[in-house]
């Protein structure tokens, strides 16, 4: 079982209240971007992540619905932020959500 922090990129709270990975954190990608779609300052996202209790040392896993959100959730933590133990679970809430024998939290 991972252990490290599954972070939920960019799913609304519509969905996020409905169904999600068990002891996901919900972030929505743009806490990490300005109005403009630009990502924010690092000093602005390492706040936002601070905030979410997502450390730097962490293991971290991104997801959404179908990759895209957790794509660009990578490239801030670890391109911008250094966050060397950053993932993207490819398979996101698409594969996760409609598998049979996966945990669900409701």
């Known amino acids: 079982m991972y252990r ?13 209240a409905v169904r999600a990975h068990p002891g996901a954190v919900h972030l929505p990608i743009e806490l990490l971007r ?21 450390a730097p040392e962490a293991e971290i896993v991104s997801y959404c619905t179908i990759g895209n959100r957790a794509a660009q959730a ?16 490819y398979g996101s809430w698409a594969e996760w959500g409609t598998t049979v024998d996966t945990p669900v939290e409701t």
């Open 74 to 89: 990578w490239f801030a933590l670890h391109q911008l932020l250094g966050y060397r133990s950053t993932t993207i679970y």
């Open 34 to 54: 300005t109005t403009q779609c630009d990502f924010k300052s690092i000093d602005e996202m390492q706040t936002v992540l601070a905030e979410h209790h997502i």
């Open 4 to 16: 490290g922090t599954l972070l939920a990129i960019g799913r609304s709270s519509a969905l996020w």
